[in-house]
């Protein structure tokens, strides 16, 4: 009784704060006059959103599942990949991640024009992008998740005789697992961010993105956080659904007990 009641309390609080932010929200703008150029009230931002629903969605097709979806997973495989390679020679490590922290460091507003110009406007270039941002946590987090093994558990492997691929596969992995959950959840938000600022310089005529430029150029504020609404509760879904996985794979971690 008390645990089903811990999960209601984890719903109940969140929700209820966030129900209080959008009422305090609605009596400032309403009480202060704020102009609906400047922030619109979210009766407002509800009523863009209901009257949208067929641009919305399209426009989420368009950078959430082309864009950013395929841009993380992509990135991500790249990132485990490149890591078990690392992994394996040691020399690698001084060579490529120089390289990769090199890549993590390039500016997202220096990228996205770049990315366009190679593969055009549409959504292979928001992919690429996304790639690129979320190959480094990917890669990071992987190679410190192998690297949590100790002593102990590495000799004890050897003593059965344990090549190489027998040691990551039983051992090392599986170990390394909640450290590239770690990564996935920081590539989540960093793939739907990527995503959205890439089309801010160029992209099909339809776009959270796009949207938002273009809606802001209209002083069309509604329609801006309408966007920005289906991008933080696409994001929030996001993270919950890798959480969830995470739960489901590495319940044997200590940090998934209790």
């Known amino acids: 009784m008390r645990r089903a009641d811990t999960q209601v309390e ?19 703008v309403r009480v202060f006059e704020i102009s ?8 407002a931002i509800g009523a863009a959103i ?10 989420w097709v368009q950078t959430v599942v082309k864009g950013a979806l395929n841009g993380l997973w992509m990135g991500s495989a790249a ?3 490149v890591a078990l390679v690392i992994d394996r020679y040691d020399f690698l490590k001084r060579g ?18 770049i990315m366009v110009m190679w593969f055009g406007f549409d959504w292979q270039s928001k992919a690429a992008v996304v790639a690129i941002m979320v190959f480094f946590p990917m890669l990071v987090n992987t190679l410190g998740g192998l690297a949590s ?5 590495r000799d004890l492997m050897r003593t059965y005789a344990a090549g190489h ?7 090392r992995i599986p170990a390394a697992l909640p450290f590239v959950f770690n990564g996935l959840k920081i590539a989540t938000t960093l793939a739907l961010i990527g995503a959205i600022v890439a089309e801010y310089f160029g ?5 959270m993105g796009f949207r938002i430029t273009t809606e802001m150029g209209r002083l069309a504020t509604d329609m801006v956080w309408a966007e920005i609404t289906i991008s933080a509760l696409t994001g929030t879904a996001l993270y919950g659904l890798v959480a969830l996985i995470e739960k489901r794979v590495t319940f044997w971690h200590p940090s998934q007990r209790g």
């Open 10 to 28: 984890r719903i109940a609080y969140p929700a209820g704060f966030g129900l209080l932010v959008l009422l305090l929200w609605e009596i400032a």
């Open 36 to 43: 609906p150029a400047l922030l619109p009230p979210p009766t």
């Open 50 to 59: 209901m009257g949208s629903l067929p641009i919305l969605w399209e426009d």
């Open 79 to 81: 990132g485990i990949a």
């Open 96 to 113: 490529l991640l120089p390289v990769a922290n090199f890549m993590a460091a390039l500016p997202i507003v220096g990228l996205a024009p």
């Open 149 to 153: 093994t100790d002593t102990m558990q």
């Open 165 to 171: 691929v027998a040691t990551l596969v039983k051992l």
């Open 203 to 207: 992209s099909p005529i339809r776009g």
